[in-house]
């Protein structure tokens, strides 16, 4: 929605920046304006009320996303991923297998994370910036994005404060991971935009190139570069909500579809009504 | 490692363009399908003699992941659909389809199920499986009185050999 919001915006002279910090403290002196945005896009009111009303929109991402998972960095591993969303809860899935199997002696701890906010695509090797042959977990981020959740065990926390945390991570060279758990709002947000991607980090230094060994990580310094680099990406694909109408029956066909875009058409003429006078409400209060 | 044959012989991916069924005696042209605005899978027409499609979502038969392939059970003037015996199928039984790319990937039916599609198995039937795979889905479990399908058929089948 903002993408779509805030080019309108500009066009109507009203400052971004103004307006950005939640529409629900829109500058007030600006009503009039507010007022002919009313007046001359029903859909811009649309989108107005969608971003005020966070709390009744908080489980947009239920159904279905999926993935398989390819190596990056030469790793030689793959996986699959699937994210059941139900209202805000969410089941995640997650099989991987070749990855780096023991670090030190001990199983090779593996973060991994749903990546949010970027293009929602995993990096290829002209990703690699400081050209030394190995693409960072920063040097992914334009591509795939921030953390914004961390596919932790157990209980620990599945926000991106455990993003870097080798002890709850899954470990060895193949993984299963099953957890379910709340799915916070950018997360949310990413796999109804598109752009949540699941990478899988954790390089077996022996495949890699001599700065997996010799730099620091640009996350953890205190671990070697491979350690933390990414080993799997896939950008998760909404899948299909349940079966398939594939019996022809003559309610489906005599004019059953029509009959729900006359319906779909009154609700959205309702909100937009419902939108407006939100709207004029806000103004007013603010004007006193 | 030995990998499986759906794994081992996967095809770089090529868009779908027939599908043979000899065991049914189905020879069908595959339209490309997407998914409803509710997120639902698409359909083909609903006309007499109307071909089966594949769901453009998902992998290209032959390539890695699985298929997804739809064909009505009947049609606006019959009884009889593309996929109308797809329930006949059983495991072993040969299913082909053809690519844009000239190659034929040829899956072995190794599951037949029909389920409730209030509770529509959906991780089982699409989650991304490594290798590659075909899913046919038709409808099955017609209620006569309210003349709808409560129920869905799905075929599994895995690429066994591509020619």
């Known amino acids: 929605m903002t993408k779509r919001l805030f080019p309108k915006l500009r066009i109507l002279r009203i400052d971004p920046l103004r307006v950005r910090p939640g529409l629900g403290e829109m500058p007030l002196e600006a009503s009039l304006m507010n007022k002919k945005i009313l007046l001359f896009s029903p859909a811009l009111a649309l989108g107005l009320v969608a971003l005020s009303a966070g709390p009744a929109m908080a489980d947009h991402a239920s159904g279905s996303y999926g993935t398989s998972l390819d190596a990056i960095n030469n790793s030689g591993a793959s996986g699959e991923v699937w994210v059941e969303v139900d209202g805000t809860m969410a089941t995640v899935t997650l099989n991987a297998s070749g990855l780096a199997e023991t670090f030190n002696g001990s199983p090779y701890p593996h973060v991994q994370h749903i990546h949010v906010g970027a293009q929602g695509t995993c990096p290829d ?39 870097v945390d080798l002890t709850v991570a899954p470990s060895g060279s193949t993984t299963q991971y099953k957890e379910t758990f709340e799915l916070n709002q950018e997360t949310q947000d990413a796999l109804e935009a598109g752009t949540a991607v699941v990478v899988v980090h954790g390089l077996d230094p022996a495949t890699q190139p001599e700065a997996g060994t010799s730099s620091p990580s640009d996350l953890v310094p205190e671990l070697p570069l491979a350690a933390t680099s990414p080993a799997l990406c896939g950008s998760l694909d909404v899948m299909p909500a349940g079966g398939a109408a594939t019996g022809v029956t003559t309610a489906e066909t005599t004019g059953g579809s029509d009959m729900g875009m006359l319906a779909l058409g009154g609700v959205l003429a309702a909100a937009a009504v419902g939108g407006g006078a939100l709207l004029v409400r806000r103004s007013a209060t603010a004007g006193r | 490692m030995v990998q499986p044959p759906e794994v081992a012989l ?137 003349r709808r399908y409560d129920d869905n058929r799905v075929v599994f089948a895995k690429l066994v050999e591509t020619v």
């Open chain 1, 125 to 163: 090797m002209s990703a690699d910036t400081n050209g030394d042959g190995i693409i960072s977990t920063t040097e992914g981020a334009p591509f795939y994005g921030g953390i914004g959740t961390t596919l932790s065990l157990g209980d620990a926390g599945k926000g991106p404060e455990t993003g």
């Open chain 2, 10 to 146: 996967a095809l770089e991916p090529s868009a779908p363009v027939h599908l043979s069924i000899p065991a049914l005696g189905v020879e069908s042209d595959l339209l490309h399908t997407g998914l409803r605005e509710d997120g639902t899978l698409d359909v083909p027409p609903g006309d007499d003699g109307s071909p089966a499609s594949w769901y453009d979502g998902s992998s290209t038969p032959g390539s890695a992941g699985p298929a997804i392939l739809l064909g009505h059970v009947n049609s606006l003037t019959d009884a009889s659909g593309v996929f109308y015996r797809l329930r006949d199928l059983v495991p072993g039984d040969r299913v082909s389809v053809t690519r844009q790319d000239g190659r034929t990937a040829v899956f072995e039916v190794y599951r037949n199920e029909s389920f409730v599609k209030a509770e529509f198995p959906t991780q089982d039937v699409y989650f991304p499986v490594p290798g590659s795979e075909l899913r046919l889905i038709t409808c099955d479990g017609y209620v006569k009185e309210a």
